[in-house]
């Protein structure tokens, strides 16, 4: 079946650094890519999403680049602070069936002060 | 928060009892979606709706079934627990095929 991978599982870097998440998915046919935001007991948000129309999107510190070609795309997130450290996890729609996402295992960033 | 909310947030049921979950949304979106988020799996799709009485099965089906019967309700069934239900039960909306919005989320605890 669709299948989105995701790395690493764990990111811990130091206040105002830059953090790098990345996913490879397999459908060739994926148009679009969100990427959420999960802290700790609380829902899934939606930070930031790009469609295959597009390389890449930015928003204030955090940004997602697409390769079609090789099939991953990755979030960056600069200027890192204490209140990005949660999980985040990375999705791939997929027409297998009806339109519906695959999502990646996440990623759990901390961010050391 | 978009305005969706999960019933109820936390429940605790024995092995073989049926148990019901509701998603209701005032947004008035098509799409409606379950998902269990257990550690090491991330989010992993149950069910969809993609309208009133059109339901269609995720990658994690099996021991589940879904309604939808109005547009802003999404109801989901154990219809016998197992242990391996355990999990926590996510519902999300969306206006069309892209985005998609999460409700706070029901723990559910089998024993």
């Known amino acids: 079946g669709e299948n989105v991978e995701q790395h690493p599982s764990t990111l811990s870097v130091q206040e105002g650094d830059s953090a790098v998440i990345k996913c490879t998915y397999s459908d060739s046919a994926s148009n679009y890519f969100p990427w959420y935001k999960q802290e700790l007991g609380k829902r899934p948000q939606l930070i930031i999403d790009?469609?295959?129309?597009?390389g890449e999107k930015k928003d204030q510190r955090i940004a997602v680049t697409l390769n079609k070609t090789a099939k991953h795309f990755s979030l960056h997130i600069t200027e890192t602070q204490p209140e990005d450290s949660a999980v985040y996890f990375c999705?791939?729609?997929?027409?297998?069936?009806?339109?519906?996402?695959?999502f990646g295992t996440g990623t759990r960033l901390k961010v050391l002060a | 928060d978009a305005g969706i909310t999960q019933s109820p947030r936390h429940k605790v049921t024995e092995t073989g009892t049926p148990v019901t979950l509701r998603c209701h949304q005032t947004e008035n979106h098509r799409y409606m979606y379950w998902y269990r988020q257990d550690p090491g799996h991330g989010l992993r799709l149950i069910h969809y709706s993609y309208g009133v009485k059109d339901t269609d099965k995720g990658e994690v089906s099996d021991g589940y079934s879904v309604s939808r019967s109005k547009t802003e309700d999404f109801l989901l069934t154990l219809e016998s627990a197992t242990s391996s239900q355990t999990s926590v039960y996510f519902c999300?909306?969306?206006?069309?095929?892209?985005?998609?919005?999460f409700g706070p989320g029901t723990r559910l605890t089998v024993t």
């Open positions: 999300a909306i969306g206006p069309g095929v892209y985005e998609q919005y």
């Open positions: 790009i469609r295959s129309n597009v």
């Open positions: 999705a791939a729609s997929t027409t297998s069936g009806t339109y519906k996402y695959i």
